[in-house]
Structure formats: structure tokens, C-alpha cells
T-cell receptor, first 110, second 111 residues
Framework: QQPVQSPQAVILREGEDAVINCSSS?????VHWYRQKHGEAPVFLMI?????EQKGHDKISASFNEKKQQSSLYLTASQLSYSGTYFC???????????FGTGTKLQVIP | DVKVTQSSRYLVKRTGEKVFLECVQDMDHENMFWYRQDPGLGLRLIYFSYDVKMKEKGDIPEGYSVSREKKERFSLILESASTNQTSMYLC??????????FGPGTRLTVL
């Protein structure tokens, strides 16, 4: 079953912040975040393993609440280059079988 | 540099044809995956393989089969293509417990 992402779409002005949420009905082993720009392949952002850790680089970070089976992606001081569709992927078992959500389309405007 | 290649960027086939989509990775990764991407539905896993000759069904395997005879190559087969299989197909590979690297995708149109 696909994880549920919210919001489905968001428009930001440069410099604004955004949060994208991902929730699952199943217990999670890990959560993956990817970004896909129009016409391109998805590109890895980060992976979070169970344990409630928060990871990040630059102005993009994420948290993982194992008990709530949720993850959130935080984009701060957004830049035009952040535009794209963000996918969360959840892993509930072994072998890295990842089930992706339907995506959140983020558009950053000047 | 990590590289996943797919045999075609665009492909047009007729209903009932047998279609082969090829994916090759040069990173010696154990895992390989086939997804299809449709507007509003995200990335849906068709099949994955965690070793040569090993395969597991994903979430939407109906109408598809796969083959992995060599570690670097993972093929997706549409035995008898249908119009509802018109989609973007993405291949990915990953090491054990690692990042998935995606290929550029094949846009398949079935007429």
C-alpha cells in the first residue's frame, strides 16, 4: 500500500519554507526521499532508518517518527532549484523493496 | 560515476506485441527494480530482483515478467502489450541497504 503524502502540491516564493509529510499504515524499516525534476529521473535526497533520527544537508532536512509511522521533509529558505516533485518511499521489509507515494509537486517562484 | 542505462528513451508498439525493456547498471549493485510512473499515481513497483535469477513481485506485476541472467542486466517483458501499459518505465539499482539510482526512463506508447 502506497504511503500518503501531503500536500499534493505547493507553491512557494523564494526564501519561504515548506514541509512535506509522508505517512504509512504499516510499520516502517526506513523512509527514502527523492526529488524528480520535470523530464528527469528521480534523484536521491536522503534515507532515514528507524530510530527517530533526523538527517539533513544544506537547507533540506527530514525527520522520521517510527511510532507514528510518519516522516517529514523540511525545506528552508527555498531556492528556485528546489522546484520538482518530491517522493517519499517507505520500506516495510527487507531487500530494499520501497513503495513510493504519489508525490508532492513543489514550485518555487521568484 | 554511477550509471543506469535503459535501452530506449521512447518506444511505440502495437497491441499484442511482445515488448522487451532493458536496463543495465555498471555499479555491481545487488538490487534492481522496475517501476512505472503515471500522472497522479507516483512510482509503482512492478518487479524487483535482489540477486541473479532471483525476482520478487512488486505491487503491480500483472501483465509483466522479468529476467535477470547477469548481475548488471534486468529486463522487463510485456508478454502481450496492451494500451493500459502505456506509461513511463523507470529502472533503478541499489546496493544492499542503499540508495536507489534511477535510469532516464523509457516512455512506452502502446497503440
Amino acid at each position: 500500500q502506497q504511503p500518503v503524502q501531503s500536500p499534493q502540491a505547493v507553491i512557494l516564493r523564494e526564501g519561504e519554507d515548506a514541509v512535506i509529510n509522508c505517512s504509512s499504515s504499516k510499520a516502517l524499516y526506513s523512509v527514502h526521499w527523492y526529488r524528480q525534476k520535470h523530464g528527469e529521473a528521480p534523484v536521491f535526497l536522503m534515507i532515514l532508518l528507524k530510530g527517530g533520527e533526523q538527517k539533513g544537508h544544506d537547507k533540506i532536512s527530514a525527520s522520521f517518527n517510527e511510532k507514528k509511522q510518519q516522516s517529514s521533509l523540511y525545506l528552508t529558505a527555498s531556492q528556485l532549484s528546489y522546484s520538482g516533485t518530491y517522493f517519499c518511499g517507505t520500506e516495510t521489509g527487507g531487500y530494499q523493496k520501497v513503495t513510493f507515494g504519489t508525490g508532492t509537486k513543489l514550485q518555487v517562484i521568484p | 560515476d554511477v550509471k543506469v542505462t535503459q535501452s530506449s528513451r521512447y518506444l511505440v508498439k502495437r497491441t499484442g506485441e511482445k515488448v522487451f525493456l532493458e536496463c543495465v547498471q555498471d555499479m555491481d549493485h545487488e538490487n534492481m527494480f522496475w517501476y512505472r510512473q503515471d500522472p497522479g499515481l507516483g512510482l509503482r513497483l512492478i518487479y524487483f530482483s535482489y540477486d541473479v535469477k532471483m525476482k520478487e513481485k512488486g505491487d503491480i506485476p500483472e501483465g509483466y515478467s522479468v529476467s535477470r541472467e547477469k548481475k548488471e542486466r534486468f529486463s522487463l517483458i510485456l508478454e502481450s502489450a496492451s494500451t493500459n501499459q502505456t506509461s513511463m518505465y523507470l529502472c533503478a539499482s541499489s546496493p544492499l541497504l542503499g540508495t536507489q539510482y534511477f535510469g532516464p526512463g523509457t516512455r512506452l506508447t502502446v497503440l
